[in-house]
């Protein structure tokens, strides 16, 4: 169920060159992962829009047959709202990340020690982009 206020996606934003130093299969460190704060916002945006479109597959779940349940329709309701949640994530911080100084950057390593998802960090320290759905 698109959503007519829905951010777009900020598809730009979740590209960007690896660093020099870092191999593109690398996975980032504290010493490694000193990130320009505009394109780490931008690359958590996109992210979050690409969970958000995710969900949204998720919506023709609710013609199945167990649509007159009423434990199915709130498990399908709740996945609406876990879309809009994060269409509207994403849409304040592909906002945000214009705002920021341009020459900011943030230590993510401790961060993005915290993401057990290879990929996902991978995305998030730029050393890898969204795959096409």
């Known amino acids: 169920m698109p959503h007519p206020s829905a951010a777009p996606q900020p598809a730009a934003a979740a590209t960007a060159a690896v660093p020099a130093d870092m191999p593109a299969t690398a996975v980032p460190t504290a010493a490694t992962a000193a990130i320009p704060a505009p394109e780490l916002l931008g690359r958590l945006g996109a992210?979050?829009?690409?969970?958000?479109?995710?969900?949204?597959?998720?919506?023709?779940?609710?013609?199945?047959?167990?649509?007159?349940?009423?434990?199915?329709?709130?498990?399908?309701?709740?996945?609406?709202?876990?879309?809009?949640?994060?269409?509207?994530?994403?849409?304040?911080?592909?906002?945000?990340?214009?705002?920021?100084?341009?020459?900011?950057?943030?230590?993510?390593?401790?961060?993005?020690?915290?993401v057990t998802l290879a990929d996902l960090a991978a995305r998030l320290a730029g050393n890898a982009t969204l795959p096409n759905p």
Do not use: C, I, K, W
């Open 47 to 114: 992210e979050l829009a690409d969970l958000a479109a995710t969900v949204e597959r998720l919506h023709v779940l609710a013609g199945a047959p167990a649509a007159s349940d009423p434990a199915y329709v709130q498990a399908v309701q709740s996945l609406d709202a876990v879309e809009q949640t994060l269409r509207n994530l994403a849409g304040f911080l592909a906002a945000l990340a214009p705002a920021m100084p341009a020459g900011q950057t943030l230590d993510a390593g401790p961060a993005l020690a915290t």
